[in-house]
């Protein structure tokens, strides 16, 4: 039986041999069908040639892909370089899991200290770029901001006064890390430049500092009695070390 | 990777091809082709790389074409009705002639009829790529390519757009 399908095929030449043969067959039987067949397949005939000259001409400058290029240089290197950025955090990203999954020898409580830097460095990356909503609750209201997010850490939190390094409270934010909380507290210098202070439930009780450096953010992460804390900044480790003592002189022994 | 312009430019002439049919005006046509280059290469990294890249680049521009040149070509000249069935026809019909433009003949055809029939019978899709690049359900592509073929027929022959009713 020969099908609609079957002449829109043969119509378009896609016929193998023998079944091409059996349309044909049919269609010697049927004028009436042959009539319309011929006609569609002269008329397809008719529009690929009506658009053969336009598929002929030379391809304008304007079309030219080097010209396309050139034209949207500055749009295309920036996203290029936002995608390698990206990878390198996702790379160093992946790099802390090798480590922390133990497959190379670091004792337990590193690996801790590492995935509160990681944490720490993670949530500075999101919002010290963020313009419009830096902090959840800005410094204006310090006491609300310091006992909410205690409350959801499980222990009092205080802002430390970093105004000798010449960094000011702007505020905090509440975030998650892994199943329970983590409170980021953002500062400020006079030229813009942002730090935070970030702290989270964590187990071990390591005290050493440990620094770790991704990117241009550097990090000082230390673990006391249950909680992790970080200190991340767009700094020097010489810059950055005095601070984080300060950190770890605010908040040791008060949990 | 393979460089994008050694891969994209050898399709463009195909895409100009495209976009004059469904545009009938040369510059738009080639902001359409620009458009759909400038979003390929927005996009390349996206791509599939095992995908079919002329399939991709139709794609975009149909969508393209869609979204932002279908409302701009309403309101730019159109081909009327009796530029599409031009004086004489009927006596060049009587003669056995059919010399008619079928370009403007296409143009009286809803967009999704009017590039199945230009995505088969002119770029030489598959049915299958035809289907994807429509996002139409590949059972009903043959059925719908019937039904341009036979309503386009039915415009050149009687030069109005009335669907006639299958003969048997």
Redesign the interface.
Known sequence: MIGEDDLQAFIDDRLDDSRRAEVEAHLAHHPETAERVAAEHRQRAMLRGQLAAKFAEPVPARLRIANIRAARRGGWAGKVRLAAAALVIFVVGAAGGWFANGLVPVSAPVAQTTSVAQGATAAYRTFVVEVAHPVEVGAAQETHLLQWLGKRLGRPLAAPDLSRFGYKLMGGRLLPAGSAAAAQLMYDDASGRRLTVYVRAASGTETAFRFQQEGDAATFAWIDQGFGFAVTAMASRDELLPIAEAVYQKFVGKS | MAD??AL??PL???L??YA??LLRDHDAA?DL??DT??RA??RW?LRRPDGDLRAWLFTMQRNLFINAYRRRQRQGPHATLDDATMPGSAAQQEAGL?VQ???AA?DQLPEEQKSL??L???EDFSYDDAARILGIPMGTV??R??RG??K??SI??TGRATLLR???
């Open positions: 994008p312009a994209l430019e463009i002439p195909a100009r091809r004059y049919a080639d082709v620009q280059l400038e290469l927005s990294l059919e433009d079928v370009l296409l029939l230009l088969i019978g002119v043959m059925s390519l019937s073929r036979q386009l027929r050149l022959e299958r003969v048997k």
